[in-house]
């Protein structure tokens, strides 16, 4: 049985997949900065060819972290949070939040530092 008892191993995969590549974080930006975009939409803002932004799309939906809606002639591509939220629960969630937030709070105090001395 898998923690939570949501995201199984190949939707896993297909998540992990799908975040490796630096244009499909970029269209996921996108999507999260203005949701329900056309095709074209994605393609102005992407340094690639319309083929290619089909293709990575292709995989964002087979990992289920993009949804398409059809509105007359058009398609219009959504964010969906859930299998994120879901990665974040079962790698991220199960530590302590508090330790990883001082963490965090200390590497941007000491980046701070380092740029008023810089």
């Known amino acids: 049985m898998q923690p ?9 995969d297909a998540v992990f997949k799908a975040l490796a590549d630096p244009s499909r974080r970029q269209l996921l930006d996108r999507l999260h900065r203005s949701n329900g975009q056309t ?8 340094d690639m060819t319309r083929q290619a932004v089909t ?5 964002l939906e087979k990992a289920n972290l993009v949804g398409t809606v059809r509105r007359g002639r058009k398609k219009l591509h959504y964010l969906n949070p859930m299998p994120l939220h879901e990665l974040y629960e ?3 969630g199960k530590y302590e939040r508090h330790r990883l937030q001082a963490l965090s709070d200390l590497k941007k105090g000491l ?7 810089g």
């Open 4 to 12: 939570n008892g949501c995201i199984l191993g190949r939707e896993m």
């Open 39 to 46: 095709l074209t939409e994605l393609c102005a803002h992407m």
């Open 55 to 59: 293709k990575h799309l292709g995989l």
């Open 90 to 92: 079962r790698w991220i």
């Open 111 to 117: 980046e701070k530092n380092k740029k008023k001395k």
